[in-house]
């Protein structure tokens, strides 16, 4: 405001020679205020190498310890939404000169201008989700500026269309590949929340170093690490590998004793990368199909528990008496959708949640403490915005048994995309042939007649086949399907 109203005046030149020695003083002074180091994007040989023994850990298993979120962006794939919220907590940290709000993700049902309206501290960063695809406002007290990597994106334009806002759009870079799209939110988030310029079509057309930077700041767990904490991942990683080649020769060492005792020849290994185990191998697909069948058939007994009127018929009834109508599918879909929702009202004023949505606080703490709880089931159900899984979108949440250990989740998540991404891999033909059913059953459109599914648990005892199972997931309520003489008649 000063320097505005400094703008409306003549000055002598003695005048403005004054104000430079002011502004000399003032930056001496408060020299930190006025740093504006710029992010080094050039190219660093020892973190590419580093990087590409990551991306390659899928090869040789443990011999580097990183998650598979870290190994994908190592690959380069999509930012994973647990990638992105763990180097926004790295930004946070480093207490930038803007301060970075909670990611906001899209959906259809979902007031973007509201929820803007709700964030009173000013200026702000917000992270903006859109399916797999990520920009960032900038929010300021009289301007909403929109950053987005995608060339001719409409989402800034969709959002902004509120005219209560003022609203423009911020430089676009040439979006060679959609799988940056996080990475470039990420670049310029920072920059414009220290007061920098935005991302230049330079720095851009480097996105692949920021890339390579990205994961080693990750696993360092800080910005801009030095030679020394580099050297230190180096030190782990060679002491891990020492630790496995330790073990594996000494297994080695086992079988070729015993084998030679049989009057065998050893086993040679020629290289490290030969004496690693082979993965376990994978789980019997009709277990999956069982597990399936489980979850889909309580829930098709939920939906038939709360839709039931005088003219059901018998059968049904008792199908719905017969056993308690718990259905894990919906506690599950319920939970994702619940994560969601809470985070959008995490920035609401406690009286607006009281007054409008009749939410007192203890009740909101109490939503709050159970909320990580559906994070799992929340990131799962989300893999159907990710490209070629959206067939997917009602049957994610049936294919799983429990909900796995926390320090497993991701990886389950991680290896849940591999398989549906993976032709023959069976899952995928699994959740297919339960879709409309589950589709059926989201929307409450059950036929009335009573389903086979309906019987599963009294036919459990047959040995499973596919055309059995597909009749199991038929909406037809009398599939033509030979069965198999129940074991022991």
């Known amino acids: 405001a000063l320097l505005q109203e400094l703008s409306f005046y003549p000055y002598s030149s003695e005048n403005i020679g004054e104000f430079k020695v002011a502004l000399a003083c003032i930056r001496a002074r408060f020299a930190s205020s006025f740093s504006r180091k710029s992010l080094q994007l050039l190219e660093d040989k020892n973190w590419d190498e580093y990087r590409d023994r990551v991306s390659e850990q899928e090869h040789y298993r443990d011999a580097v310890e990183v998650s598979p979120p870290l190994r994908h962006l190592a690959q380069g794939l999509h930012l994973e939404t647990c990638i992105v919220e763990e180097y926004l907590t790295l930004l946070r940290e480093s207490h930038p000169k803007y301060p970075i709000v909670q990611v906001c993700r899209l959906s259809s049902d979902f007031d973007i201008m509201r929820h803007i309206q709700s964030i009173e501290r000013r200026p702000a960063m917000l992270p903006v989700q859109d399916g797999n695809h990520w920009l960032f406002a900038a929010l300021y007290s009289d301007i909403v500026h929109w950053y987005d990597s995608r060339p001719g994106s409409v989402t800034p334009a969709r959002l902004a269309a509120n005219r209560r806002l003022h609203d423009s759009t911020g430089p676009l870079q040439k979006e060679d590949r959609p799988e940056d799209s996080g990475l470039f939110m990420l670049l310029g988030l920072r920059l414009v929340a220290n007061r920098h310029a ?55 060492q086992f079988f070729d004793d015993a084998t030679a005792g049989m009057g065998l020849q050893p086993r040679q290994f020629t290289t490290y990368r030969q004496a690693l185990p082979t993965p376990p191998p994978s789980q019997d697909p009709l277990e999956g199909c069982k597990i399936i069948l489980k979850t889909v058939c309580d829930a098709v007994r939920l939906v038939r528990s709360v839709c039931v009127g005088k003219s059901t018929e018998l059968a049904v009834l008792w199908s719905c008496i017969d056993r308690t109508a718990a259905s894990e599918y919906h506690r599950r879909y319920n939970g994702a959708l619940f994560y969601d929702k809470l985070e959008q ?9 009281e007054t409008e949505h009749g939410i007192d606080q203890p009740t909101f703490k109490k939503m709050k403490k159970a909320q990580p709880k559906y994070k799992f089931w929340r990131d799962l159900y989300h893999l159907h915005e990710e490209e070629g899984l959206a067939k997917y979108k009602d049957t994610l949440l049936c294919f799983l048994e429990e909900c796995p250990n926390e320090d497993e989740q991701d990886e389950t998540i991680s290896e849940a995309r591999r398989r549906l991404s993976n032709p023959a891999d069976p899952l995928g033909y699994q959740l297919e042939k339960a879709t409309k059913l589950c589709r059926a059953i989201m929307e409450c459109n059950l036929p009335k007649e009573r389903l086979m599914i309906e019987e599963y648990p009294y036919r459990a005892q047959y040995p499973l086949t596919d055309e059995l199972y597909g009749a199991f997931l038929s909406l037809d309520p009398r599939p033509k399907v030979s069965l198999p003489r129940t074991p022991g008649r």
């Open 198 to 252: 935005h991302v230049s079509q330079k720095e851009a057309d480097m996105i692949s170093n920021f890339r390579t930077r990205v994961l080693v700041e990750l696993l360092s767990k800080k910005l801009d690490p030095g030679a020394g904490e580099f050297d230190q991942l180096l030190r782990q990683e060679d002491e891990l590998l020492e630790r496995l080649r330790d073990k594996y020769e000494e297994q080695s």
């Open 345 to 353: 009202y995490k920035a609401v004023d406690g009286l607006v949640l």
